[in-house]
C-alpha cells in the first residue's frame, strides 16, 4: 500500500500522512485532533506551511537566518555552493572536509583525509543526491517540496581527543527548549540518550537504529547559551529541533528540522510519545483554512536570500 502511495503525487496530504503513519508506527492518525508527538508533527506536515519553512530546511539559505537572528560567528565556515558535481573541484579543497545536499537529509559525505577519498564514487553518490526530490523520496514532508537540489562544502569539525562529534539536539516548543537529544558517535558505535535543561538523564529514548546510551555523559560548557540561542531562532514556531555542535565553549550552528524523524521515528517507553506531544500547542486551522501560510508575528521572520 505504502509504496502504492508514494507513486501518488497528487494523493492529498492528510491522506497520505495517514497511510504513511500508520504504516510505520501501527497506530491510527487522527489530524482532527492529535494528541502524541508524532501525531503532531504530521498535522505540522500536512497544515503548517509557513513560506519561510522552505528557506530554514535548506543547509545554505538557512545561514543568513542564523547569521541575522543569532550571528554569523556560530555559523560553520562554508567552502563552496555547487549546483552541478562538475563545479567541485576536489584538488581546491582541504584535505578535510564536508559535503551536505542542501535539499534533504543523509546527503552527507564526512572527508577526514582526502588522499583516501574515491573520488569517482564520490561523485556518483552526489549525482544522485542532486537528482532526488526529498519530499518525494520521504514522507512528504512539505518544507522539502521546492528547495533546489545544490550541495554545501562545509569545514570539518572536530572535537578534542574525539574522533566524531556530540550532536546536540535541542527540541524547542513554541519557543521554549524543553528537551535535549544528544547523539555521538553516529558513524561507527551510534548511541544516543536524552536529557533536560538542567542536564538531568531522561529515561527514555527515541528510534531502534542507535543503541540507548547506558551512562551519563558531562554537561557541555556551552549549554546555556546553546539553549538560549535554539530559543531565538525557534521563537516563532510551534515545533522546531535546532541541531548544534559544542567544541569547548564555541558553538556552531548544524541545521533546523520541523519534522524529525518523518514523524514517525517513536519514543520508547510508549507513553511518552504522549508526554512529550503535550508540549506542542498546534495553531488553529480558522476562517475555512486548509493550511496555515501566515502568521501574525510574520513580518518577524522574513529574510532575504
Not at 76 to 102: M, R
Not at 107 to 122: C, E, G, M, S, T
Not at 127 to 135: D, I, R, T, V
Not at 216 to 221: A, G, N, T, W, Y
Request: charge should be positive; aromatic fraction near 14%; include cysteine.
Amino acid at each position: 500500500m505504502l509504496g502504492a502511495a508514494k507513486k501518488l503525487k497528487f494523493l492529498p496530504a492528510d491522506t497520505y500522512a495517514k497511510i504513511h503513519y500508520e504504516y510505520y508506527t501501527g497506530k491510527r492518525l487522527d489530524l482532527a485532533n492529535p494528541k502524541e508527538f508524532n501525531e503532531k508533527i504530521q498535522w505540522i506536515k500536512t497544515y503548517y506551511r509557513l513560506p519561510i519553512l522552505n528557506k530554514l530546511v535548506d543547509k545554505y539559505a538557512v545561514r543568513d537566518y542564523v547569521e541575522k537572528t543569532i550571528g554569523k560567528e556560530y555559523l560553520n565556515d562554508c567552502l563552496g555552493v555547487y549546483n552541478k558535481v562538475s563545479e567541485i573541484d576536489f584538488n581546491a579543497l582541504p584535505d578535510q572536509f564536508v559535503l551536505k545536499g542542501v535539499h534533504g537529509c543523509n546527503y552527507n559525505l564526512i572527508v577526514k583525509d582526502k588522499k583516501r577519498l574515491n573520488i569517482p564514487k564520490a561523485k556518483l553518490k552526489i549525482h544522485k543526491w542532486l537528482n532526488q526530490n526529498y519530499y518525494y523520496k520521504s514522507g512528504q514532508e512539505w518544507a522539502y517540496k521546492d528547495i533546489k537540489p545544490r550541495i554545501i562544502c562545509e569545514k570539518y569539525l572536530c572535537e578534542l581527543n574525539n574522533d566524531s562529534l556530540n550532536d546536540y539536539k535541542l527540541y524547542c516548543f513554541n519557543g521554549k527548549v524543553k528537551l535535549i537529544q544528544v547523539d555521538l558517535d553516529r558513524y561507527n558505535n551510534f548511541t544516543r540518550a536524552f536529557y533536560d535543561v538542567e542536564w538531568n538523564k531522561q529515561p527514555f529514548t527515541k528510534g531502534t537504529h542507535c543503541t540507548p546510551l547506558d551512562k551519563s555523559i558531562e554537561k557541555p560548557k556551552a549549554l546555556a547559551k546553546m539553549i538560549q540561542l535554539a530559543e531565538k531562532l525557534g521563537k516563532n514556531f510551534p515545533f522546531v529541533r535546532i541541531d548544534m555542535y559544542a567544541l569547548e565553549e564555541k558553538i556552531i550552528f548544524g541545521e533546523m528540522t520541523f519534522y524529525p524523524g518523518d514523524g514517525r521515528i517513536e519514543f520508547s517507553p510508549d507513553s511518552y510519545n504522549k508526554k512529550i506531544g503535550d508540549w506542542i500547542e498546534l495553531p488553529e486551522l480558522i476562517g475555512g483554512q486548509t493550511c496555515i501560510k501566515k502568521v501574525k508575528n510574520q513580518k518577524e521572520i522574513q529574510y532575504s536570500i
